[in-house]
């Protein structure tokens, strides 16, 4: 149970982080002599608060739904983490409603958020390509690791909580992609556009090519 309250806590709150995230973006590419104004440091804080907020109302709303459920059969799941579509199945009585009360919440809102923070770079991107062809390509730059990072963490919620064939163990797979890939996406792709790094790896491309010639 302390396991799923902390799951869907950071998980509530990564959401809304990412939203914030777009609202930076937002307001750093469309309305740049804006940026300082619209996001202070309060704006920061504030949105900093609403995020664990959200995320703990949110984690408490899921364990309201398993607070009573008994449980008498057996106690192992077959997954890398306790969450509630496999903890539910556990129960001793029929949990067709439960679920469908998580799916409501958890899935639903994960597609929710997602669709909206995807309209949101596409207007980004429309907004972006109106005044400027050779700015759309900095802005796509820009933006390419979060919308990768928001595809797989998004990605990953709706096929736990949407997916249709509970028995396939498409979460094992999402699960691990999602630990391996997001955490360094982001140093990934600002490292290789750094122009120093760039330089460092032709000069070492070539010492490596030129030392396969020689052997």
């Known amino acids: 149970v302390i396991q799923i309250f902390v799951l869907h806590i950071l998980g509530g ?32 804080i504030w949105l900093l608060v609403g995020a664990w907020v959200i995320g703990l109302i949110h984690s408490v709303a899921q364990l309201a739904f398993i ?47 997602f669709f909206l923070l995807i309209f949101s770079y596409i207007f980004i991107l429309v907004t972006v390509w109106k005044s400027s062809s050779v700015g759309l390509s900095k802005a796509l730059s820009t933006l390419s690791a979060h919308i990768t990072v928001v595809v797989l963490f998004f990605g990953l919620c709706i096929f736990i ?25 982001n140093p990934t792709i ?20 030129s030392l396969r010639k020689i052997t």
């Open 67 to 113: 607070a009573h459920l008994p449980f008498c059969g057996p106690n192992e799941i077959d997954s890398f983490y306790c969450d509630l579509p496999r903890f539910i199945k556990l129960a001793c009585i029929d949990t067709y409603r439960l679920e469908f009360m998580v799916t409501a919440n958890s899935g639903f809102i994960s597609m929710g958020t």
């Open 161 to 185: 909580y949407v997916w249709p064939f509970p028995t396939v163990p498409v979460d094992k797979f999402l699960s691990i992609l999602d630990v391996l890939i997001t955490p360094i996406l």
């Open 13 to 44: 709150c990564e959401m809304v982080l990412l939203i914030a995230m777009a609202l930076n973006r937002y307001v750093a590419i469309c309305k740049p002599l804006h940026y300082l104004t619209i996001m202070s440091p309060r704006m920061c």
């Open 190 to 209: 600002y490292t290789l556009r750094n122009k120093d790094m760039k330089t460092a790896m032709r000069r070492l491309s070539r010492q490596f090519l």
